[in-house]
């Protein structure tokens, strides 16, 4: 069985994340970025992969802007204990490779969940 984080968790992440209270901008946004990974549509899932659920949550945190600040911060730390939670060991991870790998997300260069679950994957030796 799947474990989610709900908007509640990301705030707290983004809290520890940016070493404070985030600025939030928008509640719902935050909240719909957490609800996408566990999306169902005509019955069926559509995240049916562990990875793709992350890269969706990932991209949902990135491009919905919910915060003033951090937003690509609490994505990528978000995805890692969205994994983590899922049983995916935290591993270390190059920081330039995922800050390219964020930043390819926000400029939208990278917007297709398979491609982003597929890098995300990558990252993790």
């Not at 474990?3 to 935050?30: F, M, T």
């Not at 899932?45 to 609490?74: T, V």
């Not at 920081?95 to 990558?122: H, K, N, Q, S």
Request: charged share 20%.
């Amino acid at each position: 069985m799947t474990v989610y984080l709900d908007g509640e968790d990301l705030i707290e992440i983004a809290g520890i994340v940016l070493g404070g209270a985030p600025r939030v901008r928008d509640h719902g946004l935050l909240s719909s970025a957490a609800a996408r990974p566990a999306t169902v549509a005509f019955g069926q899932e559509a995240y049916p992969e562990l990875w793709q659920k992350a890269a969706a949550f990932l991209h949902s945190i990135c491009m919905n802007h919910a915060l003033i600040d951090g937003n690509k911060r609490l994505a990528w730390v978000a995805a890692r204990v969205f994994l983590a939670l899922n049983e995916v060991p935290p591993t270390p991870v190059d920081v330039d490779a995922a800050e390219a790998f964020v930043l390819a997300i926000t400029a939208g260069t990278l917007t297709e969940v398979p491609d982003i679950a597929r890098e995300l994957r990558r990252l993790y030796p």
